[in-house]
């Protein structure tokens, strides 16, 4: 046999092995933890003090991760903060730190846990994934020290970053990510100078990763799908949820349906701060979800997942609503506030009806049936097209349909929970000037519609059948990227 011949045989047995061993479907599972707070997180504490807070909270997370296995997860994700919770200074958060290495150096800490220092936490970690099985994902605080030689480097002399860790079924590191997009009171960590795109490949699909606020944002979180073409995102996150566009299993099932990816959301668990809603969600429908304001218990999701998603039809999503002539409504339009931006609103005032409502170059069209026209509830359509420069900066189009708190117009737009209103149907649209729209459908009680609208490649939001609960809102939210201020506009909040 030829050297030549020798290697084609090579090729084709790897190739065969390859195939053999990849999955058309994995099990997902997500764990919303009730985290366990140090009793003062401003004040520094030994790093003994710092363990032991950070294993109490890793005593509950093995026993999520080893009942994720029995069930036959091949991966878990925890949440953001989930280790030592929130609320630290650059000082207090040190001594839970470790320094965390670039996954290249081919490590397992479970085996070898002194080869980077002292780092008890990526031990424990590696030990969970690899005694159990599974990929665990996990974040965690890296530090990484610099000095006068770098013009960014912190007074204190080091970097210290919000990062997310994989360990692989057999304990190694294979995935380390530094957060980019600092939420505001984040001033304990540092951003990378650039943002970072982490991916790994498994034999269920290849995978990226980013944490809670870069989800609005084009890096890493865009980069990833667009450019990376990963099948699934894994998403740890510290959500606050805030109606009624952003709370956590809304919008982030939405995105998964807007990018075309499958994506596991773990948030933690601490209702005090409006932070519950963890899910696992298909490019077509959420598989599993959790929201409960309610118990102060952690919550277990598990589901099964495609391994590669089939590829989401293209939405042009300007295409319907352009044909559609926009009515003048003389003075029944008025102005509105969501989370601080100013929407323009018209009252929906029939049972059913078709409306347009325009701000700027946006005009969103909804065409709809009530199953009945309530005297104890107002719904509005409303539009935002304009720059959001609050918690962050970033521009905005939003078309929705919304439940207004109370009978009084002024309450359009403020948090509302519960609704009893019923749709028999409902289209939604709008002339969005971006690829980048998210549908969402929130129904009363903070939960979702599983397989009950679609989008069509005209860009129309629509029911497939009556609603099995009533409506708090329909909404398509639009991000322009390209109209965002400032890459950084808020840096000085950061560093």
């Known amino acids: 046999m030829t050297m030549s011949q020798l290697l084609d045989y090579a090729a084709i047995f790897f190739l065969c092995v390859l195939t053999a061993s990849s999955l058309d479907t994995f099990t997902a599972a997500v ?3 009730a985290v366990i707070l140090p009793n003062a997180t401003l004040i520094p504490v030994s790093h003994e003090e710092a363990l032991l807070l950070m294993n109490q909270n890793l005593d509950l997370l093995e026993k ?8 036959g997860a091949h991966i878990i994700v925890t949440p953001e903060d989930g280790i030592y919770g929130f609320n630290f200074n650059r000082e207090s958060i040190y001594p839970y730190l470790e320094d965390i290495p670039d996954p290249q150096v081919n490590w397992i800490p479970c085996n070898n846990p002194d ?12 030990c969970l994934a690899k005694d159990n099985s599974i990929y665990v994902v996990a974040n965690i605080g890296d530090k990484k020290p ?24 057999k304990g190694k590191l294979v995935a380390r990510y530094h957060k980019q997009n600092l939420f505001l009171g984040e001033d304990q960590f540092n951003a990378p100078k650039e943002a970072e795109v982490v991916t790994f490949n498994t034999t269920f699909g290849k995978f990226g990763i980013f944490t809670c606020f870069d989800i609005l944002f084009h890096d890493p979180a865009v980069t990833l799908v667009k450019d990376f073409h990963v099948d699934t995102i894994l998403f740890p996150t510290a959500w606050m949820n805030v109606l009624p566009h952003l709370s956590a299993i809304e919008f982030h099932s939405a995105w998964a349906m807007g990018m075309g990816v499958n994506f596991l959301a773990s948030n933690l668990h601490y209702p005090s701060k409006k932070m519950t809603g963890s899910g696992i969600y ?18 277990l999701l598990l589901s099964q997942l495609a391994s590669h998603p089939h590829p989401t039809a293209v939405v042009n999503w300007t295409s319907y609503a352009s044909g559609i002539e926009a009515p003048s409504m003389g003075n029944q339009e008025f102005k509105g506030i ?15 009806g ?12 909804l065409s709809y049936k009530m199953s009945e026209k309530r005297s104890d509830e107002v719904y509005v359509l409303g539009a935002f097209d304009g720059l959001h420069t609050v918690e962050g900066s970033y521009y905005l189009q939003i078309c929705t349909l919304l439940k207004c708190k109370t009978m009084d117009l002024h309450t359009c737009g403020d948090s509302v929970e519960t609704a009893s209103t019923r749709f028999e149907m409902f289209s939604l649209s709008g002339t969005f000037e971006t690829q980048y729209v998210f549908p969402e459908v929130l129904l009363s009680g903070n939960q979702l519609a599983p397989g009950e609208f679609q989008v069509s490649s005209d860009g129309r939001l629509c029911s497939q059948k009556p609603l099995s609960g009533p409506i708090l809102t329909v909404t398509l939210f639009g991000r322009l990227y390209e109209k965002d201020s400032t890459p950084n506009a808020f840096s000085d909040l950061r560093h």
Request: some cysteine; proline content about 7%; aromatic content about 14%.
């Open 31 to 33: 764990y919303e933890h």
């Open 64 to 71: 999520a991760i080893a009942s994720a296995s029995k069930q």
């Open 115 to 126: 080869r980077f220092g002292r780092t008890p936490v990526q031990e424990r970690l590696s």
């Open 146 to 169: 610099c000095n006068a030689s770098d013009p960014h480097c912190p007074p204190d002399g080091r970097y210290q970053y919000n990062t997310d860790v994989v360990f692989d079924s």
């Open 282 to 299: 298909a490019p077509d429908s959420p598989r599993a979800f959790h929201y409960d304001m309610k118990t102060e218990k952690g919550k």
């Open 338 to 352: 969501i989370f601080f931006d100013e929407f323009t609103f018209l009252e929906l005032k029939g049972v059913t």
């Open 354 to 365: 078709n409306y347009t409502v325009c701000q700027k170059d946006l005009c969103c069209h």
